[in-house]
């Protein structure tokens, strides 16, 4: 269940609404910087799809398992070096941004670039984006940190409890925390880059915006699915489009392909 005071005032109907938001965000959180995520529904939970328990109780996938085959494949399918295989941390960073599932969960330092999610990923296989109502969420990463005890900033990757919860994905012996941190991370692929990845790791299933006192390090504003089309036609005229967010030859090919030229 969706708790009421983490949903702003402000609905997203296009850019400048956006900066509204921005400028709302700064002034609740007391901070000039977020982090960002894009919801191509309104009503989905801040939960990693690894977690999203099914019906029953029971996981959605065999968490090792699946990292487990991405390292084994993944070199040989890479143009870029892959990590060590101990940096449990780095892969699970890389699969992320691959759309593999893990206990990450994807944010970004702009909120252009939430919104370019939230108004261009389908709400599931059956929909368009333009079905559903979507939604951006702004998260003050140092206040849900300290709502498990850490300071407030950042939790350095090889914070012995990020090592834990990583480790965790990695055996089915071990266990961890039942903890979500925001992550100062390290880039260590373009999409990273050019998405201006951040990442919170999440030891449990309990969805972010049910966290007791959410609302006052946590803020999620809605854009009407009648606003999604003018959304995104704004971002593309400012360079936020699907070749940039996804830099490789095949994204670029699949752009040009439907692009008029003057």
Known sequence: MMQNDTTASIQITGLSELID?????ISLFAADSAFWRGHARADWSLVPQVLRLRDGGEPPYYESALIGN???RA??????????PDAYLEWLSLAQHYRLPTRLLDWSDSPLIAAYFAVTDRPDETKNPEDCDGCLWALRPGGLNQHFGHPDAL?????PAV????EFAFADDKSCDAIILALDGKEIDRRMLAQMGRFTIHGYPVPIELLPRAAQW????VIPKDAKAKI???LAALGVRRSNMFPDLE???AELKNARFV
Do not use: G, W
């Open 70 to 72: 991405f390292i084994s």
């Open 75 to 84: 070199p040989s399918r890479s143009h870029a070096r892959t990590p060590n």
């Open 155 to 159: 939790v350095r990757m090889n914070d």
């Open 232 to 234: 995104k036609n704004q």
């Open 163 to 166: 090592t834990e919860m990583a």
């Open 251 to 253: 994204n670029l090919a």
């Open 21 to 25: 938001a921005t400028n709302q965000m």
């Open 218 to 221: 946590l803020q999620r504003y």
